[in-house]
């Protein structure tokens, strides 16, 4: 086997100052600004090291991804490769995606020696490298099979085998790893870490895209934490020693549970939840421009409350999703919605219910609903803006365009829908207005429109 020689420490790639506008082509509606999907990203991607890219979702860690390999342009900034501008793809790099992306009709072999072909080797020399790319990656014996013979695991062994076999500098990773089921996840992560350590690729770079902090603790050298909305890095956090990145190692499940409460905290100053003793390259926290609503239905917010207060109203956040088995991505926005309505803190790490909050989870029906209409009215900018609006109007009814209008000075329009069905959710449960889906009128409920008369 092939051992190659990696440099350590040449900056490959440089992001400066990336600032991304999807600015849908210009059929923007005049006056509507687009939303500022990343913001002022400076990073450093170094030969030898291998980096994750974590954050919620819509925190453009895909758009990151897609600009340092040359597949988008920035709005503003630039990237370097090897200190040049980076012009188009960049050639001496390989992406592997969640999804396989296999042509069905080619074999295992045809579909590695396709990146081979885009370069114009010759047949022989091509047929040779994808026979070794497929050995590498443990398919040997499966060269002639087709794509719907093999299991999802195999299926994205072939995807790395077409991204290696063009022996590329910087292989990418989007979220490679969550299409395929907890076991096989596990080997492939193992094996491809065991290639990258012993250097039997020439890769000499590894960024990979995740949602999942245990992979980003368990294989990164350096992870970047993104926040969203604009997606900013809120912090980039050193690695684990090799040694210590298992479950069974207590600065592991600190790491894991430090990064938790990082991502569970979307507003907080960084610096007052990293240990003293982190040495990690902090980022300004900015002024979010608009509140953002977590998708999350009501229905999930109250019963994670109440799961709380029947643990004594505080709970680890860690823990909390160990225990529920959420994924973060679940966890986060459910966490995120009760502090904002003002039912919960997080403090030291701990999800801890307000005095407000406990009364909430011990409430009825009625007073549940009552409390909630007085958090989300007193919290909540968007349903504050609702109750707002139709109280102006005479006949206290208004179309939903008129929201949107105001969500898509801030948001995409995928995400101002979104943001609007979240609204739509919270409002109902709490009475504060009706929504008729068929003709898309928002109406004030009575008692808000005789409350805001008084
Ligand atoms: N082609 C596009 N046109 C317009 N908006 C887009 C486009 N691609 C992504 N976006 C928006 O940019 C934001 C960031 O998306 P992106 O996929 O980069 O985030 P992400 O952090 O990778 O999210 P996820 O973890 O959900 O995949 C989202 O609001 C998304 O709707």
Request: hydrophobic residues 40%.
């Amino acid at each position: 086997m092939t051992n190659f020689n990696i440099q350590a420490g040449e900056a490959l790639l440089e992001a400066r100052n990336i600032k991304k506008i999807y600015d849908m082509d210009g059929k923007r509606p005049r006056g509507v600004n687009p939303p500022v999907v990343l913001d002022d990203i400076n990073l450093t991607i170094r030969a030898g090291e291998f980096v994750a890219l974590l954050g919620p979702s819509g925190s453009g860690k895909s758009t990151l991804l897609r600009i340092l390999a040359g597949l988008l342009r920035p709005s503003e900034g630039q990237v370097l490769f090897k200190d040049l501008p980076q012009q188009g793809p960049n050639p001496h790099l390989s992406i592997v995606f969640q999804s396989f992306a296999l042509f069905p009709w080619l074999t295992v072999l045809q579909n590695v020696e396709l990146g081979l072909e885009a370069q114009e080797v010759p047949p022989t020399q091509r047929m040779r490298r994808s026979l070794s790319a497929i050995d590498t990656i443990g398919l040997d014996g499966f060269e002639d099979a087709y794509p719907k013979e093999l299991s999802g695991g195999m299926r994205q062994r072939v995807g790395f085998a077409r991204a290696l076999v063009v022996e590329p500098e910087l292989l990418f990773m989007d979220e490679p790893f969550s299409a395929l089921d907890v076991l096989t996840a596990a080997n492939l992560r193992k094996e491809l870490l065991s290639l990258w350590r012993e250097h039997k690729i020439p890769t000499r770079a590894i960024v990979m895209v995740t949602h999942n902090i245990e992979d980003a603790v368990l294989m990164a050298d350096r992870i970047v934490v993104l926040g969203a909305n604009p997606g900013i890095i809120r912090v980039e956090l050193p690695g684990l020693p090799i040694e210590q990145r298992n479950a069974t190692n207590d600065n592991y499940t600190k790491t894991v549970d430090l990064i938790y409460r990082i991502m569970t905290s979307p507003r907080a100053d960084i610096s007052s939840l990293m240990p003293s003793t982190t040495t990690s390259k902090l980022i300004a926290p900015k002024q979010q421009p608009y509140q953002v609503l977590p998708h999350v239905a009501i229905s999930d917010v109250t019963g994670l409350i109440e799961l709380v207060h029947s643990k004594g109203g505080r709970e680890d956040i860690y823990q909390l999703g160990r225990d529920f088995q959420l994924e973060v991505d679940d966890l986060l926005p459910m966490i995120d919605a009760a502090n904002m309505l003002g039912f919960a803190e997080a403090r030291e790490g701990d999800f801890v219910l307000t005095e407000i909050g406990k009364r909430f989870a011990e409430a009825g029906v009625q007073e549940e609903k009552d409390l909630f209409r007085q958090q989300a009215i007193k919290n909540v900018t968007m349903l504050r803006h609702i109750v707002r609006d139709l109280s102006g109007e005479p006949s206290h009814t208004l179309p939903e365009e008129h929201f949107l209008n105001e969500l898509q000075q801030h948001f995409s329009e995928d995400e101002s829908w979104a943001q609007l069905e979240t609204a739509i959710n919270w409002g109902r449960y709490a009475e504060i207005f009706s929504y008729q889906e068929e003709r898309g009128v928002f109406r004030l409920e009575e008692q808000e429109a005789i409350s805001e008369r008084v």
